[in-house]
Nanobody, 124 residues
Framework: EVQVAESGGGSVQAGGSLTLSCTVS????????VTWFRQAPGKEREAVGC????????YYLYSVEGRFTISSDNAKSSVYLQVNGLKPEDTAVYYC?????????????????WGQGTQVTVSS
């Protein structure tokens, strides 16, 4: 059974940083894609960035360029989202999703495995 779990969210002031962690367990497929999504209140879920076992890292949001960084530690089956220079508009629940995709996708309906989400709140 595949399980996905996020951690690392919290409340910070504008300009602060957090490291979000996503651990994927029970994943036996050769192709692995892990994507970070976020959903702000009243808004649709949007893809932030993705890491794929074949094609590396893709970022989807221009607004986070230069501030958010995705990395992975295969030995720990973990993917990280380093978020720096946080802004109030980054406030959202951040989700990690995984699936056996051959390349990254920004569309949430391609992913079968989701974590419970971790709240990030940024105050001005």
């Amino acid at each position: 059974e595949v399980q996905v779990a996020e951690s690392g969210g919290g409340s910070v002031q504008a300009g602060g940083s957090l490291t979000l962690s996503c651990t994927v367990s029970g994943f036996t497929y050769d192709d692995r894609t892990v994507t970070w999504f976020r959903q702000a209140p009243g808004k649709e879920r949007e893809a932030v960035g993705c890491i794929n076992s074949n094609h590396g890292i893709t970022y989807y949001l221009y607004s986070v360029e230069g501030r958010f960084t995705i990395s992975s530690d295969n030995a720990k089956s973990s993917v990280y989202l380093q978020v720096n220079g946080l802004k109030p508009e980054d406030t959202a629940v951040y989700y990690c999703a995984a699936d056996s995709l051959t390349r990254c996708s920004e569309y949430h309906y391609y992913y079968d495995y989701w974590g419970q989400g971790t709240q990030v709140t940024v105050s001005s």
